[in-house]
Protein backbone atom coordinates (compact mmCIF):
# COMPACT_ATOMS: atom_id res chain seq x y z
CA UNK A 1 0.00 0.00 0.00
CA UNK A 2 2.79 2.09 -0.12
CA UNK A 3 2.42 3.55 -4.01
CA UNK A 4 -1.04 5.25 -4.77
CA UNK A 5 -2.92 6.46 -8.05
CA UNK A 6 -3.43 10.30 -8.80
CA UNK A 7 -7.29 9.97 -8.29
CA UNK A 8 -7.00 8.01 -5.15
CA UNK A 9 -4.99 10.56 -3.33
CA UNK A 10 -7.23 13.25 -4.84
CA UNK A 11 -10.10 11.72 -3.93
CA UNK A 12 -8.32 11.36 -0.40
CA UNK A 13 -7.93 14.92 0.19
CA UNK A 14 -11.28 15.56 -0.38
CA UNK A 15 -12.58 13.14 2.28
CA UNK A 16 -10.34 14.67 4.44
CA UNK A 17 -11.54 17.98 3.94
CA UNK A 18 -15.06 17.13 4.41
CA UNK A 19 -13.75 15.27 7.65
CA UNK A 20 -12.42 18.20 8.86
CA UNK A 21 -15.46 20.01 8.19
CA UNK A 22 -17.75 17.55 10.57
CA UNK A 23 -14.62 17.63 13.26
CA UNK A 24 -14.67 21.42 13.19
CA UNK A 25 -18.62 21.76 13.17
CA UNK A 26 -18.86 18.96 16.37
CA UNK A 27 -15.69 19.02 18.15
CA UNK A 28 -15.40 15.22 16.73
CA UNK A 29 -15.92 13.48 14.05
CA UNK A 30 -12.93 13.56 11.83
CA UNK A 31 -12.10 9.52 12.32
CA UNK A 32 -15.72 8.54 12.39
CA UNK A 33 -16.11 9.70 8.78
CA UNK A 34 -12.71 9.69 7.13
CA UNK A 35 -11.74 6.14 8.10
CA UNK A 36 -15.08 3.95 6.76
CA UNK A 37 -14.33 6.43 3.13
CA UNK A 38 -10.48 5.66 3.16
CA UNK A 39 -10.86 2.17 3.89
CA UNK A 40 -12.70 1.50 0.42
CA UNK A 41 -9.81 2.62 -1.30
CA UNK A 42 -7.40 0.98 0.58
CA UNK A 43 -8.27 -1.13 4.30
CA UNK A 44 -8.95 -0.72 7.76
CA UNK A 45 -5.35 -0.35 9.19
CA UNK A 46 -4.32 1.62 6.41
CA UNK A 47 -7.00 4.28 6.51
CA UNK A 48 -6.48 4.66 10.19
CA UNK A 49 -2.33 4.95 9.49
CA UNK A 50 -3.13 7.72 6.57
CA UNK A 51 -5.59 9.88 9.12
CA UNK A 52 -2.86 9.76 12.26
CA UNK A 53 -1.01 12.93 11.35
CA UNK A 54 -4.57 14.87 9.96
CA UNK A 55 -5.90 13.29 13.02
CA UNK A 56 -3.52 15.06 15.51
CA UNK A 57 -2.93 18.31 13.79
CA UNK A 58 -7.20 18.60 14.29
CA UNK A 59 -7.71 17.42 17.59
CA UNK A 60 -4.67 19.72 18.23
CA UNK A 61 -5.87 22.74 16.99
CA UNK A 62 -9.69 21.82 18.58
CA UNK A 63 -8.47 21.28 21.97
CA UNK A 64 -6.46 24.68 21.93
CA UNK A 65 -8.96 27.35 20.55
CA UNK A 66 -11.50 28.84 23.01
CA UNK A 67 -9.52 29.58 25.87
CA UNK A 68 -10.51 27.86 29.40
CA UNK A 69 -8.01 25.22 28.45
CA UNK A 70 -6.74 24.61 32.03
CA UNK A 71 -10.55 24.23 33.41
CA UNK A 72 -10.82 21.62 30.90
CA UNK A 73 -8.07 19.50 30.98
CA UNK A 74 -7.64 19.91 35.05
CA UNK A 75 -11.26 18.54 35.40
CA UNK A 76 -11.32 16.06 32.66
CA UNK A 77 -7.40 14.89 31.95
CA UNK A 78 -7.95 11.44 33.54
CA UNK A 79 -10.52 10.32 30.85
CA UNK A 80 -7.82 11.30 28.68
CA UNK A 81 -5.34 8.98 30.19
CA UNK A 82 -7.11 5.94 30.38
CA UNK A 83 -8.12 6.89 26.62
CA UNK A 84 -4.54 6.16 26.22
CA UNK A 85 -4.17 3.13 27.80
CA UNK A 86 -6.97 1.90 25.84
CA UNK A 87 -5.83 3.42 22.07
CA UNK A 88 -2.38 0.92 23.25
CA UNK A 89 -4.56 -2.07 23.36
CA UNK A 90 -7.08 -1.28 20.94
CA UNK A 91 -3.90 -0.50 18.39
CA UNK A 92 -2.59 -4.50 19.70
CA UNK A 93 -6.02 -5.60 18.83
CA UNK A 94 -5.95 -4.21 15.44
CA UNK A 95 -3.00 -5.92 13.91
CA UNK A 96 -3.61 -8.96 15.78
CA UNK A 97 -6.86 -9.85 15.40
CA UNK A 98 -10.60 -8.88 13.42
CA UNK A 99 -11.46 -5.78 15.34
CA UNK A 100 -15.14 -6.08 13.11
CA UNK A 101 -17.46 -6.94 16.19
CA UNK A 102 -16.24 -4.05 17.73
CA UNK A 103 -18.36 -2.00 15.43
CA UNK A 104 -21.58 -3.87 16.16
CA UNK A 105 -20.48 -3.53 19.88
CA UNK A 106 -19.88 0.07 20.08
CA UNK A 107 -23.60 0.89 17.45
CA UNK A 108 -25.29 -1.47 20.04
CA UNK A 109 -23.95 1.22 22.78
CA UNK A 110 -24.95 4.13 21.02
CA UNK A 111 -29.16 2.71 19.88
CA UNK A 112 -29.64 1.81 23.95
CA UNK A 113 -27.86 5.29 24.97
CA UNK A 114 -30.07 7.18 22.27
CA UNK A 115 -33.31 4.97 23.49
CA UNK A 116 -32.81 5.83 26.65
CA UNK A 117 -35.76 8.07 27.18
CA UNK A 118 -37.94 5.07 26.32
CA UNK A 119 -36.68 2.31 27.65
CA UNK A 120 -37.31 3.08 31.22
CA UNK A 121 -35.63 0.51 32.95
CA UNK A 122 -32.04 2.59 31.26
CA UNK A 123 -31.20 5.07 33.54
CA UNK A 124 -27.76 6.99 32.57
CA UNK A 125 -27.78 9.20 35.03
CA UNK A 126 -25.30 7.21 36.92
CA UNK A 127 -22.53 8.53 34.62
CA UNK A 128 -23.04 12.20 36.69
CA UNK A 129 -23.48 10.76 39.87
CA UNK A 130 -20.32 8.49 39.62
CA UNK A 131 -18.17 10.69 37.12
CA UNK A 132 -14.51 9.50 37.99
CA UNK A 133 -16.04 6.07 37.28
CA UNK A 134 -17.81 6.64 34.13
CA UNK A 135 -15.07 8.72 33.21
CA UNK A 136 -12.25 6.07 33.58
CA UNK A 137 -14.73 3.39 31.95
CA UNK A 138 -15.49 6.22 28.86
CA UNK A 139 -11.81 6.75 28.51
CA UNK A 140 -11.05 3.33 28.43
CA UNK A 141 -13.75 2.66 26.08
CA UNK A 142 -13.23 5.17 23.47
CA UNK A 143 -9.67 4.69 23.35
CA UNK A 144 -9.96 0.77 22.66
CA UNK A 145 -12.55 1.38 19.86
CA UNK A 146 -10.32 4.20 18.83
CA UNK A 147 -8.35 1.83 18.34
CA UNK A 148 -9.50 -0.88 16.62
CA UNK A 149 -11.84 0.67 14.38
CA UNK A 150 -11.16 4.35 14.99
CA UNK A 151 -14.32 5.41 16.26
CA UNK A 152 -14.04 6.58 20.06
CA UNK A 153 -15.52 9.07 19.92
CA UNK A 154 -19.41 8.05 20.60
CA UNK A 155 -18.40 6.69 24.16
CA UNK A 156 -16.93 10.05 24.88
CA UNK A 157 -19.89 11.79 23.66
CA UNK A 158 -22.24 9.87 25.82
CA UNK A 159 -20.00 10.20 29.09
CA UNK A 160 -19.84 14.60 28.14
CA UNK A 161 -23.47 14.79 26.97
CA UNK A 162 -24.35 12.74 30.61
CA UNK A 163 -22.49 15.69 32.45
CA UNK A 164 -23.94 18.45 30.72
CA UNK A 165 -20.64 20.09 30.51
CA UNK A 166 -20.96 23.68 28.08
CA UNK A 167 -19.91 23.00 24.34
CA UNK A 168 -16.67 24.64 24.81
CA UNK A 169 -15.29 22.02 27.56
CA UNK A 170 -16.61 18.68 25.60
CA UNK A 171 -14.59 20.13 23.17
CA UNK A 172 -11.60 20.85 23.97
CA UNK A 173 -11.77 17.58 27.13
CA UNK A 174 -12.97 15.15 24.25
CA UNK A 175 -9.72 16.83 21.50
CA UNK A 176 -7.16 16.19 24.52
CA UNK A 177 -8.52 12.41 24.98
CA UNK A 178 -8.22 11.81 21.34
CA UNK A 179 -5.07 13.59 20.94
CA UNK A 180 -3.27 11.23 23.40
CA UNK A 181 -5.35 8.26 22.59
CA UNK A 182 -4.07 9.20 18.43
CA UNK A 183 -0.26 9.52 19.78
CA UNK A 184 -0.20 6.61 21.43
CA UNK A 185 -1.38 4.81 18.50
CA UNK A 186 1.28 6.53 16.19
CA UNK A 187 4.35 5.44 18.41
CA UNK A 188 2.44 2.09 18.77
CA UNK A 189 2.09 1.67 15.03
CA UNK A 190 5.95 2.78 14.73
CA UNK A 191 7.13 0.27 17.38
CA UNK A 192 6.05 -2.65 15.78
CA UNK A 193 6.83 -1.25 11.96
CA UNK A 194 3.40 -0.73 10.71
CA UNK A 195 4.24 2.81 9.90
CA UNK A 196 6.17 3.14 7.07
CA UNK A 197 7.76 6.82 5.51
CA UNK A 198 5.27 6.47 2.60
CA UNK A 199 2.14 6.18 4.34
CA UNK A 200 3.17 8.75 7.03
CA UNK A 201 4.91 11.41 3.98
CA UNK A 202 1.27 11.09 2.55
CA UNK A 203 -0.54 11.60 5.60
CA UNK A 204 1.02 15.13 5.53
CA UNK A 205 -0.70 16.71 3.10
CA UNK A 206 -3.79 15.35 4.00
CA UNK A 207 -3.41 17.04 7.60
CA UNK A 208 -3.37 20.14 5.80
CA UNK A 209 -6.72 19.83 3.83
CA UNK A 210 -8.05 18.45 7.54
CA UNK A 211 -7.10 21.57 8.83
CA UNK A 212 -8.73 23.63 5.86
CA UNK A 213 -11.63 21.92 6.22
CA UNK A 214 -11.63 22.15 10.58
CA UNK A 215 -11.81 26.51 10.18
CA UNK A 216 -14.67 26.19 8.01
CA UNK A 217 -16.81 23.83 10.31
CA UNK A 218 -15.39 25.80 13.46
CA UNK A 219 -17.28 28.77 11.53
CA UNK A 220 -20.53 27.33 11.43
CA UNK A 221 -20.28 25.45 15.01
CA UNK A 222 -19.67 29.55 16.34
CA UNK A 223 -23.14 29.98 14.66
CA UNK A 224 -24.62 27.14 17.17
CA UNK A 225 -26.81 27.42 20.42
CA UNK A 226 -25.96 25.39 22.79
CA UNK A 227 -29.13 23.80 22.70
CA UNK A 228 -29.05 23.38 19.16
CA UNK A 229 -25.31 21.78 19.53
CA UNK A 230 -26.18 19.35 21.68
CA UNK A 231 -29.57 18.28 19.20
CA UNK A 232 -26.90 18.12 16.50
CA UNK A 233 -24.79 15.81 18.27
CA UNK A 234 -27.71 13.53 18.85
CA UNK A 235 -28.43 13.56 15.58
CA UNK A 236 -24.48 12.63 14.75
CA UNK A 237 -24.60 9.78 16.79
CA UNK A 238 -27.73 7.76 14.97
CA UNK A 239 -25.99 8.64 11.44
CA UNK A 240 -22.93 6.73 13.26
CA UNK A 241 -24.82 3.81 14.97
CA UNK A 242 -26.23 3.02 11.05
CA UNK A 243 -23.05 3.67 9.72
CA UNK A 244 -21.27 0.84 12.29
CA UNK A 245 -23.86 -1.71 11.42
CA UNK A 246 -23.60 -1.44 7.57
CA UNK A 247 -19.60 -1.14 7.96
CA UNK A 248 -20.25 -4.22 10.19
CA UNK A 249 -22.50 -6.50 7.81
CA UNK A 250 -20.06 -4.91 4.71
CA UNK A 251 -17.31 -6.73 5.78
CA UNK A 252 -18.62 -9.85 7.52
Known amino acids: MDAYLLNEILIALLVVAFAGVVHGTFGLGFPMVATPVLAL ?25 GGNLRESVGRFWPVAVWMLVGSAIGTLILVAMDPNPFRLLLAAVIVLYLMGDRLKRLDW ?61 AVTFGVLGVLTPALLLLSLPLGVMALIGLRSGMWLRDRFSADAYRGWLRGLLWFLGALLVLQFFRDL
Open 41 to 65: LTDVQTAILLTLAPNIAVNLWSMLR
Open 125 to 185: SWIARHPHASGTGAGFLGGLLGGTVNVGGPALMIYFLEMRVSPLVMVQAINLAFLLGKSTQ
